[in-house]
């Protein structure tokens, strides 16, 4: 298995472009995730999905949109790039709960996106 | 939600045993408590996860009160590689999408 994987590993922007970064699971796991994680602070959600068709807004989804057509993949689409969204960008998948404690996430490498 | 609080980075030596400690004083009854290890250039990978009393397995051993309002991960026997930030998250099975990620633990273990 491949596990989590994540396209591309960088990236540069001008502010004002739009961009998807892709994310992809091999694993069967229904729950995937987006996290941005900025210089020395900690992840931080946008958007999450439980299943195929079902996505939902985590904590900073301004400026970001999700679709989960299919259970491998769970695109990140960045509308209109601003410096702002210059991060890291990680991607995460869990298999849903099984009610005792909540089963471990599975990260990808990363893309690190800078907005010039 | 219950908060985290860490300390900030902590020093040690290849292969003392490292103790970090995780309050959470406002932990709810249904909370698990979950820490990740993160690698520079890495994602974050899960480490352990317990409820309470103690957790081990083959990387690291979780320690839980009673009262549930600490938690203290323990690493024994460090080596380099295990110069990483890490993580105490908390929180319910059903609020995956709450789980708060703060800054984490940055250990640095020397030679």
């Known amino acids: 298995n491949a596990g989590v994987t994540q396209t591309p590993k960088f990236q540069v922007l001008k502010t004002g472009q739009s961009m998807t970064l892709q994310c992809a699971q091999d694993m069967n796991h229904e729950y995937m995730s987006w996290y941005r994680q900025d210089p020395g602070m900690g992840l931080r959600l946008i958007h999450y999905s439980v299943g195929a068709g079902i996505t939902d807004q985590g904590e900073v989804p301004n400026g970001y949109n999700v679709s989960r057509s299919t259970t491998e993949d769970f695109p990140l689409r960045l509308l209109s790039a601003a410096p702002s969204q210059t991060s890291v960008y990680f991607c995460?998948?869990?298999?849903?709960?099984?009610?005792?404690?909540?089963?471990?996430?599975?990260f990808g490498p990363g893309t690190r996106l800078t907005v010039l | 939600l219950a908060k985290t609080t860490q300390p900030i980075s902590m020093d040690s030596y290849e292969g003392q045993e490292v103790n970090i400690t995780c309050s959470h004083n406002n932990i709810a009854t249904n909370d698990y408590i979950t820490w990740y290890q993160q690698f520079p250039s890495q994602g974050p990978r899960f480490i352990i996860q317990?409820?309470?009393t103690k957790v081990t397995n083959e990387v690291a051993s979780l320690f839980i009160p009673a009262d549930r309002k600490s938690s203290t991960l323990s690493l024994p026997r460090v080596s380099l590689s295990d110069t990483a930030v890490y993580y105490c998250l908390v929180g319910t099975p059903e609020g995956y999408n709450k789980l708060i990620f703060g800054a984490g633990t940055r250990l640095a273990v020397h030679p």
């Open positions: 995460a998948s869990s298999t849903r709960t099984s009610g005792r404690g909540y089963n471990e996430q599975f």
């Open positions: 317990g409820y309470k």
